[in-house]
């Protein structure tokens, strides 16, 4: 399994932007699809952006369409999520998933992911 670590959340102002990163070990981060999901206190784990191993297709949560953009740099290990015009319900500790050769045919659960990072915090408050 990759080892997956966060970084990026803070406190934002309403409408603001805030950009998340997550780094990833090994040597095959080329092969996994990648995704961000988000948890909000007392609610499930939600997903937010999935960007898959090939020809960097992408899938959003309607939530968060046209305000987050996921992308990745294979050379550097790493996903990013750029996270635009925030919103107080866009509040949650964000995590960063990872499956070797996943297929993104509709928007991934959770289960579809076997590794996980440990979370971000992002607050949206003015």
């Known amino acids: 399994q990759v080892q997956l670590v966060e970084s990026g959340g803070g406190l934002v102002q309403p409408g603001g932007p805030l950009r998340l990163s997550c780094a990833a070990s090994?040597?095959?981060?080329?092969?996994?699809?990648m995704g961000w999901f988000r948890q909000a206190p007392g609610k499930e784990r939600e997903f937010v952006a999935a960007?898959?191993?090939?020809?960097?297709?992408?899938a959003y949560a309607d939530s968060v369409k046209g305000r987050f953009t996921i992308s990745r740099d294979n050379a550097k290990n790493t996903l990013y999520l750029q996270m635009n015009s925030l919103r107080p319900d866009d509040t949650a500790v964000y995590y960063c998933?990872?499956?070797?050769?996943?297929?993104?045919?509709?928007?991934?659960?959770?289960?579809?992911?076997?590794?996980w990072g440990q979370g971000t915090q992002v607050t949206v408050s003015s």
């Open positions: 090994g040597r095959t981060f080329s092969s996994y699809t």
């Open positions: 960007i898959s191993w090939i020809a960097g297709v992408t």
């Open positions: 998933a990872a499956q070797r050769y996943l297929a993104i045919s509709g928007p991934p659960t959770p289960r579809d992911f076997n590794s």
